[in-house]
């Protein structure tokens, strides 16, 4: 899942600045008036959001994981990951000069 976020009205890939008939800037507009699932606050202009399954949109700061983020990977735990168990030429990042 990407969150997203809506150009200001009168910004380069925003909505006119005045109202205006293009069905584009329609959709942002109300887009941008929907209601967070979260907070009820609108969710506006130049603020990341998702789009859940059900259709409903929720900033990205009233958003919580279902289950909790998992441990950050340790490359050690995995000796095939650990470039540091690599002859020095087969490290990543490091160029081989023939």
């Not at 909790?68 to 050690?76: A, E, I, L, Y």
């Amino acid at each position: 899942m990407a969150a997203s976020s809506l150009p200001a009205p009168g910004t380069k890939y925003g909505p006119c600045a005045d109202p205006c008939q293009h069905t584009d800037c329609a959709a942002t507009r109300a887009m941008a008036d929907r209601n967070c699932a979260g907070c009820a606050d609108k969710i506006g202009y130049d603020q990341r959001f998702f789009c859940e399954d059900d259709g409903s949109l929720l900033h990205l700061k009233c958003w919580q994981p279902d289950n909790p983020p998992s441990p950050q990977f340790d490359p050690s735990s995995n000796p095939a990951l650990d470039n540091r168990k690599l002859p020095r030429n087969q490290r990543s990042g490091r160029s081989i000069h023939w």
